[in-house]
């Protein structure tokens, strides 16, 4: 039979800012094209949004700073207080990329 693993879902305040830095810090080893967003890409206008991996510090500095404000939404899922997901959840009206 299959091992049973209890997840824990938190919402994500300011208090978990560095589990969800250590969370995308190591999110896409294995897709470096991906390993530079941080989630970030729905709250920045389309224009301002840059797609290289080369501004993944720049992603990670201003999603900092959108949690740390308690502007940022969504779950944080863990197993063994490890931070192992993530789900953007929050209302479309508060993202720039998707228009309702």
Partial sequence: MGQTVQIEVREL????????????????????????????????????????ERAGPQHRTARAGQISSGKASGLL????GNPVGWCNAQPTSATCAITP
């Avoid at 969800?20 to 970030?40: I, K, N, T, V």
């Fill in 77 to 80: 899922a863990y197993i063994d």
């Fill in 13 to 52: 305040k300011p208090e978990l800012l560095q589990d969800y830095l250590r969370f995308f810090d190591q999110a896409f080893s294995d897709f470096p094209h991906w390993a530079g967003c941080y989630c970030g890409f729905y709250e920045t206008p389309g224009d301002d949004w840059d797609p290289t």
